[in-house]
């Protein structure tokens, strides 16, 4: 009779339904399908099934005879019992009958369950009649497993979460050879890992680029699924150390469909303006940063290249947006955001060491250090001129806080200071942030960045990899040519052109962080956190991260403002290209790595539609996108709202000279605003030529990249809250001026740094109409006059 296969759990093994630990019952049998082995061709069709890409098949092939049967149980052993993590034993039932096959899961902590001991096996192998011997010695293998797995076998530090972290990370470091290490050092796109490259060639890390997705529209589940099939590959090579995936969750889980897209960076730095007295919020980016990181993780991801601090001292950048501020201050605090992600560390906590306190949280990643905002004439990865004061001054000071706050990694910029690549500047990276900020995380590369060391990209590949690795670069971004970066640091350091202490150096930092954020413990991945992934509570948080980032910077006049508007009116206008574009909405960074147009590429609200939920039932809401005069003047408006701006766009396709909304707003916002009272809500990443058009405009709003929520406009256009937000950038009168920061001279923006009206809710305007009513010897008076002064708010007041 053949018994039926059983998953075995760490420490926990079943056999037909009867316990091999007497008094305790552990695990669940498996429902899986039986089949009949009669042949050395059957069998190895079978093992190859068992599990896929897991057995070397030349090894499988060779041990295989038509007569040698012991050769199949020592194979199967030798593979448990070397790499420590899966194997297949097989085992009698009873008699000379046929024998199933028992799957051993290596408990990888000490006096803790694993959740990698729930893979399943595909199908059950059972045998023909076999020899007493093969009988005898299949047990004696399955003893030994069970030996294995009840923890009676070696005792290994580095598995040890009881152990001190620096412990671990000698231990390891002492065990590897140099293929192990330099793979640790290694960062491949998904789209060339498989489970067999990350068992044979060790890699210590995958990440997703821009967009890169398991499939259209994937679910959390999807991801989970996908970056779980990844570990499994490199939990079984020979020491088992996990791999870290990364992406850029750079305003929210932006690459992911369904996720909470927040304002992007230059967004959120209009929320804090340290130079003024403003009712901001302190903890606003560290819920921000705590939201992001339970999504990211919701998919089984541990790892973002988040947050960018640059200060962007020329909106001509193209990745000025994923600034806070022109003003280090600013960008110094919303370094919280590392908060969010991460953790707080204790009060006792070693400064600069990694921190990451939790499943729901993220390791992640100050970048790009430094100077990335600095560059001539805002040209991404381009070179900033700078004397070494006004590098520390201006572009270092985040890189101290960050590092305060227990920041996991630090990528490097593409960028040049003062003609040197930053990628290949020891004196910085390793001078300077190990040396003198005392980080003791990991560096990693942008993506090819050792590429573009040299000039035209990969001309002189060996070379830029030596600068590279000795400038300090821990982990390199490959992402795509692993085996040629593997082969040129082998050869390098065999050469002794690369000493083996700086790679030891490099990735003792990588074991630290892995360590540190518990990888070892829970390499694998669940489902735990999927409904968090776009939850109702975070697209709330959006939202009010999006009416306090908004900038009012003109609101008609002291005796007649423009906002709040009126809910009831007869009809409204709503038009141009931003209006309804919840793609334009969200900018680059969304979906996809340079943005997309329409609504349709995940979920969220537009403008257009938050003003059709905010105004009264009787309110007719008309939308054109570019509405003609007559068309304006046969509608008898009450008002017009327009949104314009700028398309999405990342990086270097970001960069311009220009700085001009989209055609045709500037023909939309001139002619509309000509034929009926407007407020003009600007959508960019950065300021634009307004100067021309101002003049016309009753009310005008800075939005920025506001994200998915656009809810969160509608709040302060419509008075449930005020306006609140600062400039946190300079907004120039023309291009001509640039670069123009506060401070410099001369400074004749259109806006300052700073600026922003302020208004309150109507709530509090009726509020303070009423207790001013109240306290009055001559209540009906007061109270004429309160409609008198604001019309629009009768219907609030009735």
């Known amino acids: ?31 899986l399908p039986q089949q009949a082995i009669n042949s050395r061709s059957q069998l190895q069709d079978a093992i190859y099934q068992s599990p896929p890409s897991w057995l070397d098949d030349d090894d499988v092939d060779d041990a295989i005879t038509d007569e040698n049967w012991l050769d199949v149980a020592k194979v199967f052993s030798e593979f448990a019992q070397a790499i420590g993590v899966l194997g297949s034993v097989p085992f009698g039932l009873k008699g000379d009958h046929a024998f199933g096959t028992v799957v051993i899961m290596r408990d990888r902590s000490v006096g803790g369950e694993w959740e990698a001991g729930r893979w399943d096996l595909p199908g059950l192998v059972t045998v023909g009649k076999m020899s007493k011997v093969v009988w005898i010695v299949g047990i004696l ?3 030994c497993c069970v030996w294995v797995c009840n923890g009676q076998g070696e005792y290994v530090l580095y598995k040890d979460p009881n152990q001190k972290v620096s412990d671990r990370v000698v231990d390891l470091l002492g065990r590897m050879t140099l293929e192990e290490k330099i793979g640790q050092m290694v960062q491949i796109d998904r789209s060339v890992a498989t489970i067999n490259v990350m068992r044979d060639y060790f890699i210590g890390s995958v990440l997703s680029g821009g967009g890169s997705s398991p499939l259209p529209q994937a679910t959390a589940q999807n991801w989970v699924d996908m970056i779980n099939e ?42 804090r303006q340290v130079l003024l007295i403003n009712t901001w919020d302190p903890d606003l980016v560290k819920r921000i940063g705590a939201a992001t990181a339970v999504e990211v993780r919701a998919t089984g991801i541990p790892y973002t290249f988040a947050p960018c601090i640059a200060v962007c001292r020329d909106p001509r950048w193209g990745r000025c947006y994923e600034s806070y501020s022109e003003d280090h201050k600013v960008v110094e605090d919303m370094t919280d955001v590392i908060l969010g992600l991460q953790g707080e560390p204790p009060s006792n906590y070693n400064h600069g060491v990694p921190f990451v306190g939790g499943r729901d949280k993220v390791a992640a990643c100050a970048k790009h250090y430094v100077g990335d905002g600095g560059t001539t004439r805002g040209v991404n990865e381009n070179n900033t001129v700078t004397d070494l004061h006004g590098l520390l001054s201006i572009h270092m000071p985040a890189y101290a806080d960050a590092i305060y706050k227990g920041v996991s990694t630090v990528m490097v910029s593409y960028s040049s200071w003062n003609g040197e690549k930053m990628h290949a500047n020891t004196e910085l990276i390793t001078g300077y942030l190990k040396g003198t900020l005392r980080f003791k995380g990991f560096v990693i590369s942008d993506w090819q960045g050792v590429d573009k060391i040299s000039s035209p990209p990969h001309s002189n590949y060996t070379a830029s990899v030596r600068a590279a690795i000795q400038a300090g670069i821990d982990m390199v971004m490959v992402p795509f040519n692993f085996n040629e970066f593997i082969n040129d640091l082998l050869s390098l350091v065999k050469s002794k052109a690369i000493p083996i202490t700086r790679i030891d150096d490099a990735v003792s930092r990588i074991l630290l962080v892995k360590f540190t954020m518990g990888l070892f413990e829970n390499p694998l991945a669940d489902y735990s956190f999927s409904n968090e992934l ?13 009416r306090k980032s908004l900038v009012l910077l003109k609101n008609g006049n002291k005796t007649n403002p423009m906002l709040p508007l009126p809910r009831k009116a007869s009809k409204i206008l709503v038009a141009g290209t931003h209006a309804d574009n919840l793609g334009y909405q969200c900018g680059g960074w969304s979906i996809t790595w340079q943005g997309l147009s329409g609504n349709k590429n995940t ?26 005069a007559e068309f304006i003047k046969s509608n008898n408006f009450s008002y017009a709202i327009i949104a314009v701006g700028e398309p999405p766009y ?3 396709a970001g960069d311009s000279d220009k700085l001009t909304m989209m055609d045709p707003g500037p023909a939309i916002v001139t002619s509309t605003c000509q034929a009926v009272k407007c407020v003009v809500v600007v959508v960019s990443g950065r300021p634009l030529v307004m100067e021309p058009y101002v003049a016309s405009i009753e009310a005008l709003v800075a939005a920025w990249l506001p994200g998915t929520e656009g809810q969160g406009i509608t709040d302060a256009l419509f008075g449930d809250h005020g306006f609140s937000g600062k400039l946190p950038v300079t907004w120039f009168r023309n291009t001509e001026q640039l670069p123009m920061s506060y401070g410099d001279s001369p400074y004749d923006p259109l806006f300052a740094y700073g600026s922003g009206l302020e208004t309150e809710s109507v709530a509090s305007i009726v509020a303070r109409s009423t207790s001013a009513s109240a306290a009055s010897t001559k209540p009906c008076l007061v109270t004429v006059l309160c409609l008198f002064l604001f019309p629009r708010y009768a219907s609030f007041t009735s």
Do not use: C
């Open 1 to 31: 009779m053949v018994g039926k296969i059983v998953e075995v759990y760490p420490r926990k093994i079943i056999r037909n339904e009867a316990v091999i630990k007497p008094g305790v019952t552990y695990g669940r049998q498996s429902k």
């Open 141 to 143: 293998l399955w003893m």
């Open 230 to 271: 990844y570990q499994k590959g490199a939990l079984v090579s020979r020491l088992g150390i996990p791999m870290i995936y990364g992406i850029d969750a750079v305003h929210g889980h932006n690459n992911v469909y369904n996720a909470t897209i927040f304002p992007h960076n230059v967004g959120l730095g209009a929320t």
């Open 534 to 546: 776009g939850s109702q509570a975070h697209r709330d948080l959006a939202r009010e991260a999006v």
């Open 603 to 628: 979920r969220g609200t537009t403008i257009l539609g938050a003003i059709q939920s905010a105004v009264d039932q009787s309110t007719e809401v008309v939308f054109s996108q570019n509405p003609g």
């Open 650 to 652: 990342a990086e270097t």
